[in-house]
T-cell receptor, first 116, second 111 residues
Framework: EAGVAQSPRYKIIEKRQSVAFWCNPISGHATLYWYQQILGQGPKLLIQ????????DSQLPKDRFSAERLKGVDSTLKIQPAKLEDSAVYLCASSSLLGAGANVLTFGAGSRLTVL | GENVEQHPSTLSVQEGDSAVIKCTYS??????FPWYKQELGKRPQLIIDIRSNVGEKKDQRIAVTLNKTAKHFSLHITETQPEDSAVYFCATWGGGFKTIFGAGTRLFVKA
């Protein structure tokens, strides 16, 4: 099966500029996640979608970050305006709940953001 | 909120030795415990997982143990090889329907 596609792979911007990342999950996966991974840390969940509805966005800095998943397939994550501390890898993942009590995530290659 | 603590943050072993990474969690509703391996510059990939109704699971050189009463679980890698060098993340999933990751353990296997 095709994997999780993300673009762009790398992006360098100045602070206060805006940036958008795109993700195409594995076909048929209902759940889509955006994680932020700062260098040397574990992935931190920003937002989780089930189809095109938001399940959890409690850790999304809503004053500058937004995300949408139109039609329950592709998703975009936007940052506007960017801050230096937003420098990180933004990982998209998708999953299809496998029976009871299991949730295997498949990650994309990530989008590395550098804010100068 | 949910929290997953992982130790140690860095682990260095000699090739052929065993490596153990431990995690504790706070959410008693957690019922699925995956482990992901992330090689340098690559995406995290699932290497083994365990469900709450199982105490131990083994897959070749890797094994995971779970103690639900104590809320901790561990990854065991035996006969380590240089290609095991990577960052390992434990995670939990359960009541909140979201996967929470530990901070990661950087494993170095010296040849």
């Amino acid at each position: 099966e095709a994997g999780v596609a993300q673009s762009p792979r790398y992006k360098i911007i100045e602070k206060r500029q805006s940036v958008a990342f795109w993700c195409n999950p594995i076909s048929g996966h209902a759940t889509l996640y955006w994680y932020q991974q700062i260098l040397g840390q574990g992935p931190k969940l920003l937002i989780q979608f089930q189809n095109n509805g938001v399940v959890d966005d409690s850790q999304l800095p809503k004053d500058r970050f937004s995300a949408e998943r139109l039609k329950g397939v592709d998703s975009t994550l936007k940052i506007q305006p960017a801050k230096l501390e937003d420098s990180a890898v933004y990982l998209c993942a998708s999953s299809s709940l496998l029976g009871a009590g299991a949730n295997v995530l498949t990650f994309g290659a990530g989008s590395r953001l550098t804010v100068l | 909120g949910e929290n997953v603590e992982q130790h140690p943050s860095t682990l260095s072993v000699q090739e052929g030795d065993s490596a153990v990474i431990k995690c504790t969690y706070s959410d008693s509703a957690s019922n699925y415990f995956p482990w992901y391996k992330q090689e340098l510059g690559k995406r995290p990939q699932l290497i083994i997982d365990i469900r709450s109704n199982v105490g131990e699971k083994k897959d070749q050189r890797i094994a995971v143990t779970l103690n639900k009463t104590a809320k901790h679980f561990s990854l065991h890698i035996t006969e380590t090889q240089p290609e095991d060098s990577a960052v390992y993340f434990c995670a939990t999933w359960g009541g909140g329907f979201k996967t929470i990751f530990g901070a990661g353990t950087r494993l170095f296997v010296k040849a």
